[in-house]
């Protein structure tokens, strides 16, 4: 008798990227230090998606034809657009977020330097403007951290360097 095993994918999103993806795969990123990881997801629907912040505001760019995944401004509402595309409510979506640090320390306090902080908040801001509730965050301190994303169980595992592992 073959027992019936359902294999789950882990969807990797790369830096300034994003994906979506549907359970029971688990989506994930690495590399955030200064970036925001944003996961938005339908529960009932199984579906999520996840931007890898770089930057907090598209207004930096300084050409026309730029990478519109790597601004809080411009990805948050193509991952919107997607995750409804694959089958999400938009009323129905959610939010956690992670990253966000502030990765060096600087003798002057120029709002520039504050790259991380800066990335929290815009990325916080849009989610408020699109009318997603963030349902919990790790975000801040000094740390790098990689995120992975389980569908199934709406859990964020948040592997942070020198702390081991979270879940929010």
Do not use: W
């Amino acid at each position: 008798m073959s027992k019936l095993v359902s294999s789950s994918t882990v969807v990797k999103v790369g830096i300034a990227d994003l994906n979506v993806t549907k359970a029971p795969n688990k989506i994930r990123t690495s590399g955030l230090g200064s970036c925001v990881g944003a996961v938005i997801y339908d529960e009932r629907k199984q579906v999520a998606g996840l931007a890898h912040v770089l930057l907090p505001d598209s207004k930096l760019a300084r050409q026309d034809n730029f990478n519109h995944y790597k601004y809080a401004d411009t990805a948050i509402p193509i991952l919107v657009d997607q995750l409804v595309d694959l089958g999400a409510r938009r009323n129905l979506l959610k939010a956690k977020v992670a990253g966000g640090a502030q990765m060096f320390q600087f003798s002057s306090g120029t709002d520039l330097m504050r790259i991380g902080p800066r990335n929290v908040e815009a990325v916080l801001e849009k989610l408020e403007q699109l009318s997603i509730p963030v349902l919990a965050s790790d975000v801040g301190g000094h740390a790098g951290r990689t995120i992975e994303f389980d569908i199934q169980t709406s859990q964020l595992k948040i592997r942070t360097v020198n702390k081991g592992e979270a879940f929010i």
